[in-house]
């Protein structure tokens, strides 16, 4: 969990206000969603890294709610798509379109063309449609009919889904799992938080209407420039580098795993601990960082041998061990 935002570098001016604001949004999203600080702060760390996040859990654990209420509480262009068996790949992107009129094809875009995509159920449609977001994720364009258009800035793809063991799924493939920069799972909530949850409900919350439960803007495009800005200046030592490469090698070397972290998983792991120690008011990153996020930042990067899987192991247990096992930095 994110301990509060406070600027113990003494820091000032824009990363301060830029600061105060992140923190101000997730305290707007804890307004609709009860219990679930972790997943918020994997969301604003993905935001400062420009990232995008995989949301996991069984249905009816607030992933959609949390993600439309990240987006209220932003001043940023945001849209929808419920992935079902039968979309199709130009249903996200766009497509060209005959005009009669003028007797020419024009361009609709498609709901990628945003700031913020909620890609809800992912894993419920086909690969070739859930491919048709690589291009968009990696390279933040779309190219139809041989014509790459960029996608508006900032721009971050949400996606939820439920375990691959429920019936009606279809397992992302490894090349877009590796897109996303965290892979986030929502447990089911503590007995008080379900308390609360149904507390709020008889009191007449609507998870329809954000804006009767009063989540308001308190964040945009601005803010999330200026603290790109600060996170880019937090330093980084050698002995940390090195340390996020020892721990990405053994995933490599793990007798656990058939597939380690590859060299994008590194970099991705750095990326976040930086924006972590960011967040939490330093200006250098230390060991503790990269732990805190080195679960979220590889768990959906490593495979596990079926044997090891047979046997209860899970890529979270196998994680952790090497984290208890590789040499810390002084």
């Not at 000032?12 to 923190?23: F, K, M, N, P, V």
């Not at 972590?276 to 490593?302: E, F, M, N, Q, S």
Request: charged share 20%.
């Amino acid at each position: 969990m994110m301990a509060p935002i406070t600027d113990n570098a003494g820091n000032t001016g824009d990363a301060s206000t830029a600061r105060a604001s992140l923190e101000a949004l997730r305290a707007e999203i804890a307004k609709a969603v009860v219990g679930q600080d972790p997943a918020v702060t994997g969301l604003v760390v993905a935001l400062l890294c420009r990232g995008h996040v995989l949301l996991e859990g069984v249905p009816g654990v607030a992933k959609t709610l949390l993600v439309r209420a990240l987006a209220s509480a932003l001043e940023l262009d945001t849209k929808r798509v419920q992935f079902t068996p039968d979309l199709m790949p130009s249903d996200i992107t766009g497509s060209l379109v005959y005009d009669a009129r003028t007797a020419e094809f024009s361009f609709q875009p498609g709901p990628v063309f945003t700031n913020l995509l909620l890609a809800d159920e992912i894993n419920r449609t086909p690969p070739k449609t859930q491919s048709s977001l690589l291009e968009a994720m990696e390279e933040r364009q779309v190219t139809v009919d041989g014509t790459p258009r960029p996608l508006p800035e900032p721009f971050l793809v949400a996606a939820t889904q439920n375990p691959v063991e429920y019936e009606g799924t279809y397992p992302l493939p490894e090349a877009q799992l590796d897109r996303f920069l965290l892979k986030l799972t929502i447990p089911l909530p503590s007995r008080q938080d379900e308390i609360d949850v149904l507390t709020r409900h008889a009191d007449g919350f609507n998870p329809r209407d954000l804006r009767a439960a009063g989540v308001r803007p308190v964040a945009g495009p601005a803010d999330l420039e200026a603290a790109r800005a600060a996170v880019a200046k937090t330093t980084v030592s050698p002995e940390i580098t090195a340390y996020v490469v020892d721990i990405c090698r053994a995933t490599r070397e793990s007798p656990s795993l058939t597939l380690g972290a590859s060299p994008r998983g590194a970099t991705a792991l750095l990326a976040t601990a930086r924006a972590w120690a960011w967040l939490t008011g330093r200006d250098y990153v230390i060991p503790d960082d990269v732990k805190a996020l080195a679960l979220p930042t590889l768990r959906h990067r490593v495979q596990l041998r079926p044997e090891a899987e047979m046997e209860g192991v899970t890529t979270d247990s196998v994680v952790n061990a090497i984290l208890s096992h590789v040499p810390v930095p002084r």
